[in-house]
């Protein structure tokens, strides 16, 4: 038989007389003669091994003894008892994978099973024979057991050697080799492995039972008392009170509270009646399963709520109510920035591969090479961080990636809120995570483990990976960046896992060697947007609405391929459908634009400057760089092109760290050496390079009066120039050229522009770039008679197509107000 036993009721069937209880478990054979044995008896734990597989017993002798040798790494316990050793660091084939803690009706199935290795039947005679060897013992005296187990920790603070690594695991003295695991199926990551044994319901519930066998009667009553003040508990404690084997409780423990749970409460309980050595004992036997639940408690506490767009107190949703799996592809040759476009037609021909997000560490089927360590990408607002979360949550509730034992999240943006001075791998992971103390087991080959970097972007250290010391240890002290830059080589920990996300701009600071993977996080493809509208909203029926409402705009269609674009049409078109009106007709763009480019500036803002309010609030600076960078758009829209360089950026007197930390609205694309010169930058979007240009000619001529379309030499001298031109000023030369163009250039950029002479359009300006006293437009009517007049007169009925929706626009400004 396996560690854990196969997946069948049969042997359970075969060897149980009685039926089982509601979570798998018999009142043992021994309670029935409980009442023969004096309180005073203390009942060991032994392991024989049968037939069936292993029998608990009391002992044959009181003179059973518990021996431990660290630095031989091996213990026992005399007198036929179970064996104890440490975990081999070797490659295992481990027996079958399980889940704890989630599933309660699959644990009631490998509870049977265990239980069926544990508690065999025995023929009459060998039960009398027992019983009468127990009687004959009743007066054994209790010092030298409680001597025996305080040996162990004892003797183990005495020969403790540095290879220690904290952990012991019961070894019944036979493995079976197990069949391999059938290929997961797509989306569920690295699952090739059977479960660690240390990991399986089987150890852990020997374990607590090895605990709760050497304590006497009154001291397991006061355990049950003590596990009292757990709310699981608190009013239930009449289902353990008549409890007296400690099989039974320790099943009663996992069925009212997980596999986890019921270790942490056992040895919390064993500490708290002063038995201090057995929680140790069962600490280190359990070491693994016990970090393995605190680190899901820590994640599920952090992960399983998000916010949407800026972070409001009370605004949080819970991540599994609102994500959609976004698309993510290997990198290619493929532009990183979606060139879907109304108007403007791109060809594409690079193919690219597509992978599931679970999957990124996943080996390609005709690959068998490792993936280590993984750099994921993606335009700003494509949504990283999220699926961070999401992948952490999937982990935590088993679904996805269980050959990772353990996954610990390393916020870039906090990495440096750590210890200062130089510090060990181990003392540098205890200040982000508690339960993690001292867990020089995660050096072991048989222990996996996956460590994520978001934001690296965020990361105030400079990574330098040429001068920095190589680390290869987790407990040799060295400053935080090279601790990172050893973990991402490989040096240290060369059997872990790293994912890395960031920005374009910040992931070239890691060089391509020490990456074997690039993805990139694309967005939502179209049916991703069915889902996430139709998922996101309480009513269906309203979701439904609003997905088609958002349908009827092609521009807003394509830019709901950014997650928080979707957000932003969800969250306005669910409180606009409150409206019996609304509706009526296609919506207008210009709103959302202007939203975006706010909301994204304060993400920048809360990035790299802290989530207070008051950090939040635009600067001069920040206005400054927003109009400079809206009068770049306007100067590529005119050229007719959609990239811009660092020089462009000195042309502005701006500098290549200015985009950096605003880089909310624009990603790199392009970068063939280290000379910036040569790096090459996009819009998030063409039709967000539209809008800034727009928004460009239309606060120049409400600040100054002039008009950016007209040439030199039509222009008024700058001594007429007034704020209160009147609007069709502008509007007038804009439509003819707009009408006069043949592949239908400046579309979008009129489209935009109208939008904004509305007064519900133009409020969401005031405070940014325009002044709240600034005195609002005159002769926005004259604009809606000419656009009427230039319908009619139809001389090119494609661009009078668009002339009709900058109407919508003109009108959808009017409602906002």
Known sequence: MSYMGDDSDIEVEGLMDRPPSSYGSMISDEQEDSDDCDDTQRPAFIVNQGPSGVTLHRPDSPETAITERTNTHQSSIHIEGAFLSHVNSRHETYPTQHRFGVDRESTTTQQLEVQSDIRTERNQEDVQSVRQTEFSETHVEEEPIERSAMEVQEETTETETRDDYDEIVLDLGYTEQMDPLPPPPEGTGLMFKHKHPSLTLRHVLMAIVMSLRQLRPAELAYFKRNLCSHYRFEHDYSTIADITDALDLA??????????????????????????????????????????HELKLTHDRRYYALYEGCCRPGQQRFIGDVYVEPLTVIRGSGDPVNTEHEVRRVRVTAQETVIRTADIFRPLPNDLTD?????????????????????????????SNQDFQFVFPLAGKELHLGKDGDQSFLQMLQTFFVEADNVRLLEKEDC??????????????????????????????????????????????????????????????????????????????????????????????????????????????????LPIFSWMVAYLFERSFRKPDFGTHAPGITTFYSQFVIVQMNRSNERYRGASLEMQRWKDEDKDFVEKMAKLAFRMLMDDRDEFTVDDLFSLELKYEDLRVRDEMFTEVRRTSADQKT????????????????????????????????????????????????????????????????????????????????????????????????????????????????????INPERCRNLELCLVELEEGKKDK
């Open 679 to 794: 790096w090459v930058f996009k819009f998030v979007h063409f039709t967000v390079q539209e809008y800034m240009a727009a928004m460009y000619a239309y606060v120049t001529f409400r600040k100054q009066g002039k008009n950016v379309l007209e040439s030199n030499k039509s222009r008024l001298p700058k001594m007429q120039l007034s704020k209160d031109r009147p609007m069709i000023e502008l509007y007038r030369p804009v439509i003819d050229r707009a009408l006069a163009s043949q592949n239908g250039q400046l579309d979008l950029f009129l489209r935009f522009l109208v939008g904004l002479v509305t007064p519900g359009t133009e409020e969401h300006l005031r405070g940014y770039l325009l002044q709240h006293s600034h005195p609002k437009p005159k002769g926005a009517e004259e604009v809606d008679k000419y656009i009427n007049k230039k319908i009619k007169e139809n």
């Open 448 to 561: 996996l483990t996956l460590f994520i970097i978001d934001a690296l972007d965020l990361c105030q250290y400079p990574l330098n990976f040429q001068s920095n010391v190589t680390v290869t240890s987790v407990t040799t002290k060295a400053p935080v960046d090279a601790l990172l830059t050893s973990l991402i080589k490989g040096t240290m920990l060369p059997h872990a896992r790293v994912w890395i996300t960031s920005h374009r701009t910040a992931s070239h600071k890691i060089p391509s060697q020490f990456i074997s993977r690039f993805v990139e996080l694309r967005g939502f493809t179209d049916e991703q947007k069915e889902i996430y509208f139709t998922k996101r909203t309480k009513e269906p029926q309203l979701g439904i609405n609003i997905l088609n409402h958002m349908k009827r705009s092609r521009t807003l269609h394509i830019m709901c391929h």
């Open 371 to 399: 993936i280590r360590t993984v750099m994921m990408t993606g335009v700003p607002a494509s949504g990283l961080t999220v699926v961070v979360n999401k992948f952490i949550i999937d982990w935590k509730e088993g679904t």
């Open 251 to 292: 099943d009663k423990m996992i069925e009212l509270c997980g596999l986890g749970e019921a270790l942490y409460l056992a040895i919390r309980s064993l500490q708290g009646i002063k038995k201090d050595n057995l929680a140790e004992m069962l600490r280190k036997t359990c070491r693994r399963a016990l970090l393995q």
